[in-house]
């Protein structure tokens, strides 16, 4: 790799090769190697995460900048079983820009930390000059009180099942029709949203998943590559049981876009007992954004560290992970 292109950004293999190749090279260890949404710290007793928001536009349907910040964040503590206790908020701000617009962010953020019952502990604000950045950017860390242990990409044995929490592709496909204004019949909405209180709710139904991951960038197809390859499993995927929203279908049709390669910003995928699926999809759909939860596949043996979609007509292919660039800046 001779330099960075957006293509490393896009959560599929481009950007694990920039991972691997340069930070991992050089930064690995025993913690950072896991590859987890969120590290496990103090002998198992708390989780953290950091990220960093960049989304073109800032404001769309479904949420805002900051929504997404805090949603970003504490859904990573959450796929770790762990409860979002604290957070850290570092802005910077393009000179210009519209300081009630930055308030309306603020405000988001404060609701959405409500959801998760967290708070901001500290904080930091760079103002550049302008036209050297685009906006605003968001950079958060978050620390999270683990409540049940052993929740890992590398846990996945033949027979579990794949669930997910609801139908796949919405927040890349909004940010993709706000951006470039494409008008649909129904608007669509991002699926921006705080995860906690539904893995709070399996959690309290006795459900113990074995691996949970929320589908950001690189979306399902995504997920489920560096799980096979973390456990060194096969996952088969029933496709036409893979729950997409008709606009995010017709959106893909137009622009051939896989809906399992697009982003997520408030859906899951768990990977836990048989025997707990049911049980696992019936605690989803109590929320109201949930109505499509589902059971999509299960775990084999029948090749090593692949993604096998079974179609249909009984035909199967590999779901690879995502290459080139999809959409930038949705996240």
């Not at 990573?76 to 206790?85: E, I, V």
């Amino acid at each position: 790799m001779k330099q960075v292109t957006l293509a490393h950004g896009n959560g599929g293999e481009e950007n694990n090769a920039l991972i691997t190749g340069i930070f991992y090279r050089h930064l690995k260890n025993e913690i950072l190697e896991k590859s987890e949404d969120a590290a496990i710290i103090d002998n198992g007793r708390l989780a953290f995460t950091t990220d960093s928001f960049t989304v073109s536009p800032i404001i769309f349907n479904g949420g805002d900048i900051g929504k997404l910040s805090v949603c970003g964040t504490c859904n990573d503590l959450a796929m770790m079983g762990a409860k979002p206790k604290y957070m850290t908020l570092g802005m910077i701000i393009e000179e210009g820009f519209d300081a009630r617009v930055l308030e309306k962010i603020v405000r988001s953020i404060k609701k959405e930390l409500a959801v998760n019952g967290a708070m901001v502990v500290a904080g930091d604000t760079k103002v550049v000059p302008r036209g050297s950045m685009d906006q605003i950017f968001i950079n958060t860390s978050g620390i999270g009180e683990v409540q049940t242990a052993g929740i890992s990409s590398q846990n996945l044995t033949p027979g579990d099942a794949i669930v997910i929490s609801r139908d796949i592709g919405r927040h890349g496909a909004a940010i993709f029709a706000a951006r470039e204004g494409i008008e649909l019949e129904s608007e669509l909405a991002s699926d921006c949203a705080s995860l906690w209180p539904m893995v709070e709710a399996l959690l309290e139904a006795g459900i113990r998943p074995k691996a949970m991951r929320d589908a950001t960038r690189g979306g399902l197809a995504a997920v489920l590559n560096e799980w096979a390859k973390a456990s060194d499993v096969c996952i088969e995927v029933d496709e036409g049981a893979l729950p997409v929203n008709e606009e995010v279908a017709g959106i893909c049709e137009m622009l051939g876009f896989e809906a399992s390669a697009l982003a997520n910003e408030g859906t899951f995928v768990l990977a836990l007992d048989p025997d707990d699926a049911d049980a696992a999809v019936e605690v989803l759909k109590r929320f109201e954004q949930n109505d499509a939860a589902c059971r999509i596949g299960s775990v084999s043996d029948a090749y090593k560290q692949r993604v096998v979609l079974l179609s249909e007509w009984g035909t199967k292919r590999f779901m690879d992970l995502p290459t080139g660039e999809l959409l930038p800046r949705i996240c």
